[in-house]
């Protein structure tokens, strides 16, 4: 932002995310939800999550939602600041609640999991063009929008229209496509969904979730659904990850994980690509980074990869050591890539080797 800005104008940040983000409670032993006695309680958001981890990596970001004027509201704003997340465009709903979510610890994959979700007319879903701060959501180098808040409502749907909408100056737009069936009960998110990522510049999409969207199947028939992002990253699960960008095509496989939960690898990829884009590493080290924090993210119980670092409330954090960890790893030469093993603990290691066994 030039000094010759508005004066109210807020700071250049690397990465806004703009979600909804809930109150998530998480039974305090395994079993379905009706036997749980008793749950612990955390915080779940696709954007919020992204926004963290970059925050905690050392990155400026910037959340932009709405919340209620309640206590969950209270614990969001405090929690995702704790990460050193700028939340100073978070809006206060007083006529509508915060919303919160039950879910199991297992995989989203299978049959066993559960997810019982309070969203319906959540101060999130009420967020519009006419009452978000766009000029905060606009200074960010990056802006990460996903699919979830197009399914909220209408006006959520308006709201990502004008921010995936052509624009000079505009920032480079991240977009998540994140299909969640259940949110779209009339069937249009196909529809919204593929118009909202031709809009954006970078594109997240599972080649499973792109045949179950719209019929491709394979990366390259989602490049063709997909032309017009510059960059397209078709993750393909534990086989590995295709991203298509500059008329070039790079393919690198998936580290072994020994994973602990699956849920929160998708936004941690997305924060890892986005920290390796920030940082102007070439595409495959791109790439090994998204894999690598997602692999943060599968070898811990929650959704976070990582915890808020201390006194980091006002200000991106330091860098960590386990990016620079990180970056040892992405910089393994191919045979000693294909042969890496991630377990629990695999972050605090002191320093890079072929196999990072499970303690």
């Not at 807020?10 to 995310?17: E, G, K």
């Not at 199991?104 to 701060?133: I, K």
């Not at 992405?330 to 972050?347: C, I, M, N, S, V």
């Given at each position: 932002?030039?000094?010759?800005?508005?004066?109210?104008?807020?700071?250049?940040?690397?990465?806004?995310?703009?979600g909804?983000?809930?109150?998530?409670?998480?039974p305090?032993?395994?079993?379905?939800?009706?036997?749980?006695?008793?749950?612990?309680?955390?915080?779940?958001?696709?954007?919020?999550?992204?926004?963290?981890?970059?925050?905690?990596?050392?990155?400026?970001?910037?959340w932009?939602?709405?919340?209620?004027?309640?206590?969950?509201?209270?614990?969001?704003?405090?929690?995702?600041?704790?990460?050193?997340?700028?939340?100073?465009?978070?809006?206060?709903?007083?006529?509508?609640?915060t919303?919160?979510?039950?879910?199991?610890?297992?995989?989203?994959?299978?049959?066993?999991?559960?997810?019982?979700?309070?969203?319906?007319?959540?101060?999130?879903?009420?967020?519009?063009?006419?009452?978000?701060?766009?000029?905060?959501a606009?200074a960010?180098?990056?802006?990460?929008?996903?699919?979830?808040?197009?399914?909220?409502?209408?006006?959520?749907?308006?709201?990502?229209?004008?921010?995936?909408?052509?624009?000079?100056?505009?920032?480079?737009?991240?977009?998540?496509?994140?299909?969640?069936?259940?949110?779209?009960?009339?069937?249009?998110?196909?529809?919204?969904?593929?118009?909202?990522?031709?809009?954006?510049?970078?594109?997240?999409?599972?080649?499973?979730?792109a045949?179950?969207v719209?019929?491709?199947?394979?990366?390259?028939?989602?490049?063709?659904?997909?032309?017009?992002?510059?960059?397209?990253?078709?993750?393909?699960?534990?086989?590995?990850?295709?991203?298509?960008?500059?008329?070039?095509?790079?393919?690198?496989?998936?580290?072994?994980?020994?994973?602990?939960?699956?849920?929160?690898?998708?936004?941690?990829?997305?924060?890892?690509?986005?920290?390796?884009?920030?940082?102007?590493?070439?595409?495959k080290?791109?790439?090994?980074?998204?894999?690598l924090?997602?692999?943060a993210?599968?070898?811990?119980?929650?959704?976070?990869?990582?915890?808020?670092?201390?006194?980091?409330?006002?200000?991106?954090?330091?860098?960590?050591?386990w990016?620079?960890?990180?970056?040892?790893?992405?910089?393994?030469?191919?045979?000693?890539?294909?042969?890496?093993?991630?377990?629990?603990?695999?972050?605090?290691?002191?320093?890079?080797?072929?196999?990072?066994?499970?303690?």
């Amino acid at each position: 932002m030039t000094a010759t800005g508005p004066r109210n104008a807020p700071d250049v940040v690397d990465v806004v995310a703009l979600g909804e983000s809930m109150v998530t409670f998480l039974p305090s032993r395994p079993g379905r939800l009706a036997d749980a006695p008793t749950f612990d309680r955390a915080i779940g958001g696709a954007e919020s999550n992204v926004a963290c981890v970059l925050a905690a990596a050392g990155h400026s970001a910037r959340w932009i939602s709405t919340v209620g004027a309640d206590g969950f509201g209270d614990h969001l704003v405090e929690t995702i600041g704790a990460y050193g997340v700028d939340v100073t465009a978070v809006r206060r709903d007083p006529a509508r609640p915060t919303g919160v979510y039950f879910r199991t610890a297992g995989d989203r994959a299978t049959d066993a999991h559960e997810v019982a979700y309070y969203r319906a007319g959540s101060a999130a879903s009420a967020m519009a063009a006419g009452n978000v701060d766009l000029t905060a959501a606009r200074a960010g180098r990056v802006l990460h929008l996903t699919g979830i808040t197009a399914a909220l409502s209408g006006e959520c749907r308006g709201l990502l229209r004008e921010l995936t909408a052509p624009r000079p100056g505009r920032p480079l737009v991240s977009f998540d496509v994140n299909h969640r069936p259940g949110l779209w009960p009339d069937g249009d998110g196909p529809h919204v969904l593929l118009e909202l990522a031709r809009g954006a510049d970078l594109v997240f999409v599972g080649a499973d979730e792109a045949q179950q969207v719209w019929g491709p199947h394979g990366a390259e028939t989602v490049r063709r659904a997909l032309p017009g992002p510059a960059t397209l990253v078709v993750k393909q699960g534990g086989h590995g990850v295709t991203v298509f960008d500059a008329g070039q095509v790079t393919f690198v496989p998936a580290p072994h994980v020994d994973v602990v939960a699956a849920v929160g690898a998708g936004d941690a990829f997305a924060a890892g690509f986005l920290s390796a884009t920030l940082r102007d590493l070439p595409m495959k080290a791109r790439l090994r980074h998204g894999h690598l924090w997602a692999a943060a993210a599968l070898t811990v119980p929650g959704d976070l990869a990582v915890p808020p670092p201390p006194a980091s409330r006002g200000g991106a954090a330091p860098r960590p050591a386990w990016i620079a960890h990180a970056d040892r790893l992405a910089a393994l030469d191919d045979g000693a890539w294909e042969r890496l093993r991630l377990g629990p603990g695999w972050t605090q290691a002191a320093a890079a080797t072929e196999e990072v066994p499970t303690p």
